[in-house]
């Protein structure tokens, strides 16, 4: 609870500015939440960004969650931030965009989520899904939303087309973090009109120690999206080991509707299928899931999250379960 203070004095106290010298925007977030898998939650987040002088753009992130008990099998309020009830740098970052006859540059190093698909912070906190797709929990031995790496990544290409390349070593965040090691990851996207599309590779140290999940951690990754008229499709598709002997194959679809005429409302809906082989046999060999819900905005700042559930394949988990938060968030430039 101290560090959920913290952040928020922060918050309070800081007063983002625009000089001659740098521009910095800042953003609090607070959110408290209940389950019908029989837990609260409470987190908040803290960030900020800009770009100074010399053309350089910087963010950072901090992060407190907790969730009321920690002996309940739940992803619930997980979907891009981990509940372990300690103060977490998230992103810690600064990149440098080029624009050489025509191509874009753009090169970044620090502390960063691993370019792996659909994967920022932002694609899975904000949009009304309070569990990240089970092909993102790092508790199913998959990639994880909490993965960071602390290193290097290099984009280049024209605007619709780019290929990036990041090495680094991870610094995940949470209670299922990776070993040590060197990480490798390649990422190529395109566009086309109102389609985006990407395929990436992973080549990692597993989240079990070795004497449990030898050997490394490979994924391979194809996503998408489409945007027209206040509707976004999405999704991804993850295959790949967790370790040697063992596979994991799964994917999610995202419908995500906000259109004029629903006001403060937008409609989401998720789709969802993990199949394993060679884990924990507890876990059960899939987990399927479907998720209705909305989110609406209350009033300026404040914001109600209402997602329906209903899962199968994964013994550990209710069959059905309802999740509810409200999240209040201020931005000051």
């Keep these: 609870m101290r560090a959920l203070v913290l952040v928020m004095s922060l918050a309070c106290v800081i007063h983002p500015r625009e000089a001659a010298s740098q521009s910095l925007t800042a953003e609090a977030a607070v959110t408290g939440g209940y389950s019908t898998d029989d837990l609260a939650a409470a987190a908040a987040q803290l960030r ?3 770009e100074t002088k010399g053309a350089w753009r910087f963010f950072g ?6 969730r009321s008990r920690d ?62 797709p089970a092909i993102r929990y790092a508790e199913f031995l998959v990639v994880s939303n909490t993965f960071l790496e602390h290193g290097v990544s290099v984009l280049a290409g024209v605007p619709k087309l780019t290929v990036e390349a990041a090495v680094g070593a991870p610094a995940d965040v949470g209670d299922h973090g990776r070993r040590g090691g060197a990480d490798a990851l390649v990422r190529v996207q395109g566009y086309a009109g109102r389609f985006i599309a990407g395929i990436s590779y992973m080549r990692t140290s597993p989240i079990e120690t070795a004497a449990i999940a030898p050997g490394r951690a490979t994924f391979t990754g194809i996503d998408a999206r489409w945007m027209s008229g206040g509707v976004q499709l999405r999704g991804e598709w993850v295959d790949g080991q967790p370790f040697d002997f063992a596979t994991s194959t799964g994917w999610y679809a995202d419908v995500i509707v906000h259109r004029t005429h629903m006001g403060p409302v937008t409609a989401i809906a998720r789709f969802e299928r993990l199949d394993r082989e060679g884990l924990n046999e507890a876990a059960g060999e899939y987990l399927s899931r479907e998720t209705l819900g909305a989110r609406v905005r209350v009033s300026e700042g404040l914001s109600l999250t209402v997602n329906v ?10 069959p059905n379960a309802l999740d509810v938060a409200v999240t209040w968030s201020v931005r000051s430039r």
């Excluded at 992130?61 to 907790?66: K, N, Q, V, Y």
């Design 48 to 50: 900020a960004f800009g």
């Design 61 to 66: 992130e901090l992060s407190w969650a907790g």
């Design 71 to 132: 002996d309940v099998e739940s992803d619930a309020f997980g979907a891009a931030y981990p509940y372990g009830k300690r103060l977490d740098v998230i992103e810690a970052y600064g990149e440098r965009l080029l624009r050489p006859g025509g191509a874009i540059v753009d090169v970044r190093g620090g502390r960063f989520r691993p370019p792996f698909g659909i994967s920022s912070g932002s694609d899975h906190a904000y949009w009304g899904f309070l569990r990240p």
């Design 309 to 318: 559930l209903h899962q199968s394949g994964d013994p550990r988990y209710r």
